[in-house]
């Protein structure tokens, strides 16, 4: 009973430098999302995913890809950290109906860049 | 477009007293909302949702919420604290569209005082 799980869960990073977080979920859900979270900010979508090989763009995308080859997995990439992406990220999932289906969270990836 | 507001980053109470959450959102359409509980180190957890089947909404763990729409309200309640209550809360309103996104408030953490 995995649900949505997140690897790496911590990680260190100097400015400039790239690394990809990974977002793996076993409930056959379509839709897929990554957050980030920040003090006082409430999450903010970063991009999320309605189904295998598409993506889009949420409230906070620049700095960040993704990519949803398989269903079940949906990759954030950053390709240059910035000090500024230093956050919580958070992946959710949610089986394909509109509006009153919640999300499904994994346990975060806290990031800093340094 | 949907948007949320939390009164109040932090709220104290002491164990046994009563808890009041506050969320107003606004929104374009009919809305669905949800109330999310995060602990220490973890990801989001659903405690409940509005649907429109019922103005009163009961969740997990003793809390309930109430959905009036002449105040744009949801405010979250439960009669009594308990010291495993402390955490974040957060309040969520559906875009209620293709995709499933939700728009967060800026959390609430509550404290709980023995």
């Known amino acids: 009973n995995a649900g949505v799980t997140q690897t790496p869960k911590f990680r260190v990073l100097k400015t400039g430098q790239s690394m990809t977080l990974l977002c793996a979920q076993d409930?056959?859900?379509?839709?897929m999302y990554w957050y980030r979270q920040d003090p006082g900010m409430g999450l903010r979508l970063i991009h999320y995913?309605?189904?295998?090989?598409?993506?889009a763009k949420g409230e906070v995308p620049d700095g960040y890809n993704v990519s949803r080859l398989k269903k079940q997995n949906f990759l954030l990439g950053l390709e240059s950290a910035a000090p500024s992406q230093t956050s919580v990220y958070f992946c959710?999932?949610?089986?394909?109906?509109?509006?009153?289906?919640?999300?499904?969270f994994g346990d975060g990836t806290r990031l800093s860049i340094l | 477009a949907q948007s949320v507001t939390q009164l109040g980053s932090h709220v104290s109470v002491s164990e046994g007293a009563l808890v009041l959450l506050r969320c107003n959102y606004s929104?374009?359409?009919?809305?669905?909302l949800f109330w999310y509980v995060q602990y220490p180190n973890q990801g989001l957890q659903l405690l409940l949702k509005?649907?429109?089947?019922?103005?009163l909404v009961k969740g997990i763990n003793g809390f309930e919420a109430e959905f009036k729409k002449s105040e744009t309200s949801f405010h979250l309640t439960k009669p009594s604290a308990h010291m495993s209550d402390a955490a974040e809360y957060f309040c969520?309103?559906?875009?209620?569209?293709?995709?499933?996104?939700?728009?967060f408030g800026g959390g609430t953490r509550l404290m709980v005082k023995p």
């Open positions: 959710a999932s949610s089986p394909y109906q509109q509006g009153i289906q919640p999300q499904h």
């Open positions: 409930m056959n859900h379509e839709y």
């Open positions: 995913s309605v189904g295998e090989g598409t993506t």
């Open positions: 929104s374009s359409v009919p809305p669905y």
């Open positions: 509005y649907t429109s089947a019922a103005t």
């Open positions: 969520a309103v559906s875009h209620n569209n293709a995709g499933n996104m939700l728009t």
